[in-house]
């Protein structure tokens, strides 16, 4: 099968196109024939090394945790998907070596769902990590009807998702993006406002009592401006800073969870949950999908295109 690996740790510049074999398929898996596979910042940091105190990585290492495909065939005792269901899932194993960037890969059926009616092949794709680090995040916080909320980093892949969601429970939201972006968060539902000196002063013109709840994916000023905010740190979730854990709030590391997936997938399915897609690039583009993942400045998700439904 073509797959894009890395014969070692390092940059976009060691990716090579290779013909490698397809993954085993374990007890409880399903072999998928993957049809998209989204780009997410931990693809290229942890083929950097910035894992490794974390997890075991093999080489050569095919990155990608994000899949959405066909069902190909069962492992034993697999019984949750049949041959030709369309999925997609958030695919981290406890070791990193068969990835999604990939024709083929193998999947535990408990990290994946069935895709939704309502998004294309490339925002499924999209949705796995992004979804499920927004919906945790979310869940860890108690969002609810009638909160309101400060999302940070409104416009990115994240971003956007945590923006709808907490919009589909009712909630007000108050997002941070560059005023590029203000128009785009409109149209979500949200209240943009800046970020960088100033962002407290410029939330609490919109809301003067401050926030009941906030939403970090960014990290650094944003971690200290929510608990400014705040009445209580508890209701402070971040994915991006360590301190918001000591700051009283919660750090959160996503956890691949089918059951999520199925609620992302209903709330698309239902028209509240969409998932912008920046570019598509092919398989072969995976490097340049990096480079511009890594500058940070892109509106919604990159995805790879692998191959036909």
Known sequence: MRAMMMPRYGGPEDLALADLPEPKVAPGEVLIRVVAAGINPVDWKLAAGGLDPLMVTHFPLIPGWDVAGVVERNGLDSTEFAPGDEVFGYIRKDSAEHGSYAEKVSAQVRMLARKPRALSWAQTAGLPLAGLTALQAADRVG?????????????????????????????????????????????????????????????????????????????????????????????????????????????????PDGAGLTTLAALADEGRLTVPVEKVLPLSEAAEAWRLNSEGHTRGKLVLSVGEP
């Open 143 to 255: 969002v609810g009807a009638g909160d309101t909320v400060l999302v940070h980093a409104a416009a990115g892949g994240v971003g956007s998702l945590a923006t709808q969601l907490a919009l589909a429970r009712g909630a007000r939201v108050i997002g941070t993006a560059s005023p590029a972006n203000h128009a785009f968060l409109r149209e979500l539902g949200a209240e943009p406002v800046a970020y960088g000196p100033g962002l407290a002063d410029r939330v609490r013109e919109l809301a003067p009592g401050g926030v009941d709840a906030a939403l970090d994916f960014v990290g650094g000023e944003a971690v200290d401006v929510s608990v400014e905010l705040l009445a209580s740190a508890a209701r402070l979730a971040s994915v991006a800073d360590h301190r918001a854990a000591g700051l009283g709030g919660h750090y959160v590391w996503v956890r």
